[in-house]
């Protein structure tokens, strides 16, 4: 086209393109960076969860027959051990679901429960603080019996209702139905506790 002129091809100079190269190698090190981050954060948060499904077990209460230590919805980790001692709130398999149930009697241990709900193991009467309510309620079971070896007595806290060792369908827990023993009371905040 005639009258115009065709304007000089600029050239940038070295620095101007050094300068550019410089903030792309910037840019694409920052993705690199975050990318890498994310990543490890990720197999982290892995490698944590597949750890903590190996040492604990998170349940939810389903039902009253803890109450009043445990209450329906709550949620807790067990740690998984099939050591258990006596007191502990210990969560073990029956039918396929996992019963969250107070460690009453060790293997040899001999339990009485009277008519009025007191218990006595090896003659001596168990103190029980964490129940509302004494209570024998629906029993299988004449007392005094003797815990076999390699099993435990089982008593929910809110006897009146708990299915548990004085019923014949659950009966004694052996210890390869044990699953753990609660260690924290997580959910919600407000009922959080700790057990040792």
């Given at each position: 086209?005639?009258?115009?002129?065709?304007?000089?091809?600029?050239i940038?100079?070295?620095?101007?393109?050094?300068?550019?190269?410089?903030?792309?190698?910037?840019?694409?090190?920052?993705?690199?960076?975050?990318?890498?981050?994310?990543?490890?954060?990720?197999?982290?948060?892995?490698?944590?969860?597949?750890?903590l499904?190996?040492?604990?077990?998170?349940?939810?209460?389903?039902?009253?027959?803890?109450?009043?230590t445990?209450?329906?919805?709550?949620?807790?980790?067990?740690?998984?051990t099939?050591?258990?001692?006596?007191?502990?709130?210990?969560?073990?398999?029956?039918?396929?679901?996992?019963?969250?149930?107070?460690?009453?009697?060790?293997?040899?241990?001999?339990?009485?429960?009277?008519?009025?709900?007191?218990?006595?193991?090896?003659?001596?009467?168990?103190?029980?603080?964490?129940?509302?309510?004494?209570?024998?309620?629906?029993c299988?079971?004449?007392?005094?019996?003797?815990v076999?070896?390699?099993?435990?007595?089982?008593?929910g806290?809110?006897?009146?209702v708990?299915?548990?060792?004085?019923?014949?369908?659950?009966?004694?827990?052996?210890?390869?139905?044990?699953?753990?023993?609660?260690?924290?009371?997580?959910?919600?905040?407000?009922?959080?506790?700790?057990?040792?």
């Amino acid at each position: 086209m005639r009258g115009k002129k065709e304007e000089p091809l600029k050239i940038p100079s070295i620095e101007s393109l050094r300068a550019e190269l410089a903030r792309e190698e910037a840019r694409c090190n920052r993705r690199r960076v975050l990318w890498n981050m994310a990543a490890a954060l990720v197999i982290a948060a892995a490698v944590a969860g597949l750890v903590l499904t190996r040492v604990y077990a998170l349940i939810e209460v389903d039902g009253n027959s803890m109450e009043p230590t445990l209450s329906d919805g709550e949620i807790l980790f067990l740690r998984r051990t099939k050591e258990v001692s006596a007191g502990d709130v210990a969560g073990f398999y029956h039918e396929g679901k996992i019963l969250l149930k107070r460690v009453i009697g060790m293997p040899g241990d001999e339990i009485e429960i009277d008519g009025d709900g007191n218990v006595s193991v090896n003659g001596q009467p168990l103190e029980e603080p964490y129940l509302r309510e004494k209570s024998l309620e629906k029993c299988q079971l004449e007392f005094p019996v003797k815990v076999p070896e390699g099993t435990f007595f089982v008593l929910g806290d809110n006897r009146a209702v708990s299915v548990d060792s004085r019923d014949l369908s659950v009966g004694y827990v052996r210890k390869d139905q044990v699953v753990g023993r609660a260690v924290i009371k997580a959910w919600p905040p407000a009922r959080m506790k700790i057990w040792k």
